[in-house]
């Protein structure tokens, strides 16, 4: 998708329609330099206030994404294109995101230890130790919260018998046993438990 392209649409489309940028902001919820950030093509739309912005351009969502109104005869092929692009934009974000589970994870086993390593060498009182020890458990246990947050979205796992691909809930995620990103759960769809590995694209 091209970014410029939308936001030159979206700003073409506001003033055919003789809004101001502040007046569609107004209408969304949005502030006007979250307009101001899609029309210069720095960002693009969220997807929960999507369907309102094209209503209020009067365009469908795949004109929106295409940078232009679409003809009827290359509306499905353009449909395609868009689904297409926005599956490989969610697969890139998900690596990123993974990448990121495996930093934050470090850090986190990082600032536990440091505090303990601390408290075990250097001379100090016994509450004081408890103190350091225990500020090294709350980030710790934070961090662990967000990787395991991370894991949970970014991708799909796979059951090993039907290979159907879903997203768990943070529930079953987090009480799976697991090596590494491979964790034993439920599949929703056969029923059938299994150790089920992690990827990143919907379909094979």
Same mark, same amino acid.
């Given at each position: +998708?091209?970014?410029?392209? !939308?936001?030159?649409?979206?700003?073409?489309?506001?003033?055919d329609?003789g @809004?101001?940028?502040?007046q569609?902001?107004?209408? @969304?919820?949005v502030? &006007?330099?979250?307009?101001? *950030?899609?029309?210069?093509?720095?960002?693009?739309?969220?997807?929960?206030? +999507?369907?309102?912005?094209c209503?209020?351009?009067?365009?469908? $969502?795949n004109?929106?994404?295409?940078?232009?109104? $679409?003809?009827m005869?290359?509306? /499905?092929?353009?449909?395609?294109?868009?689904?297409? &692009? +926005?599956?490989?934009?969610?697969e890139?974000?998900? *690596?990123?995101? @993974? $990448?990121?589970?495996?930093?934050?994870?470090?850090l986190?086993?990082?600032?536990? !230890?440091?505090?303990?390593? !601390?408290?075990?060498?250097?001379?100090?009182?016994?509450?004081?130790?408890?103190?350091?020890?225990?500020?090294?458990?709350?980030?710790?246990?934070?961090?662990?919260?967000?990787?395991?947050?991370?894991?949970?979205?970014?991708?799909?796992?796979?059951?090993?018998?039907?290979k159907?691909?879903?997203?768990?809930?943070?529930?079953? $995620? /987090? @009480?799976? +046993?697991?090596?590494?990103?491979?964790r034993?759960?439920?599949?929703?769809?056969?029923?059938?438990?299994?150790?089920?590995? *992690?990827?990143?694209?919907?379909?094979?």
């Amino acid at each position: +998708m091209d970014q410029i392209k !939308i936001g030159k649409f979206i700003a073409q489309r506001r003033k055919d329609y003789g @809004l101001t940028q502040m007046q569609l902001a107004e209408r @969304l919820g949005v502030t &006007d330099r979250a307009v101001s *950030k899609w029309e210069n093509g720095r960002a693009m739309p969220d997807s929960s206030i +999507m369907l309102e912005l094209c209503e209020q351009l009067k365009i469908t $969502v795949n004109d929106l994404l295409c940078g232009e109104v $679409v003809s009827m005869e290359n509306y /499905n092929k353009e449909l395609e294109k868009n689904l297409l &692009d +926005m599956a490989k934009a969610k697969e890139r974000a998900d *690596k990123h995101l @993974l $990448v990121l589970e495996w930093v934050i994870g470090i850090l986190s086993i990082i600032v536990l !230890i440091v505090p303990i390593i !601390i408290g075990s060498l250097l001379p100090m009182e016994d509450w004081v130790r408890i103190v350091l020890v225990f500020s090294g458990f709350i980030p710790c246990f934070v961090g662990f919260f967000f990787a395991l947050k991370i894991e949970q979205i970014a991708g799909y796992y796979e059951c090993k018998y039907c290979k159907h691909r879903y997203v768990p809930t943070y529930k079953a $995620v /987090n @009480l799976a +046993m697991h090596m590494g990103r491979t964790r034993y759960m439920r599949c929703p769809e056969c029923g059938k438990k299994s150790w089920q590995k *992690k990827v990143l694209t919907k379909e094979e």
